[in-house]
């Protein structure tokens, strides 16, 4: 079992700079992957960044160029640093966690942290 617990999500203005957290209760290492998610109301979840344990790293044609995804493996946390915020941006944003364990694959999720930002 994994837990993951989001933080760092608020209210900024567009053009501001937010940095999410989520601190897991394993080794991010033991994940084969790690990604932010977001969803905006009315819309689907949609993947914003990916980060794997060889530490490859995948964004979304929307937040390139301003979003980057790290971890910080003695901390069990990933990041999401956001800048250049604009109001479309604003979702509640979710971390997930894929693991292989005994043979089988587990995901699992945070509780999401809301992002807001303002015009």
């Known amino acids: 079992q994994v837990q993951l617990v989001e933080s760092g999500g608020g209210l900024v203005q567009a053009g501001g700079s937010l940095r999410l957290s989520c601190a897991s209760s394993?080794?991010?290492?033991?994940?084969?992957?790690m990604g932010w998610y977001r969803q905006a109301p009315g819309k689907k979840r949609e993947l914003v960044a990916l980060i794997t344990n060889s530490r490859s790293t995948n964004y979304a044609d929307s937040v390139k160029g301003r979003f980057t995804i790290s971890g910080d493996y003695a901390k069990n946390t990933v990041y999401l640093q956001m800048n250049s915020l604009k109001p479309e941006d604003t979702a509640v944003y979710y971390c997930?966690?894929?693991?292989?364990?005994?043979?089988?694959?587990?995901?699992?999720w945070g509780q999401g942290t809301q992002v807001t930002v303002s015009s």
């Open positions: 394993r080794s991010i290492f033991s994940s084969q992957s």
């Open positions: 997930k966690a894929n693991r292989l364990h005994n043979g089988q694959m587990y995901s699992y």
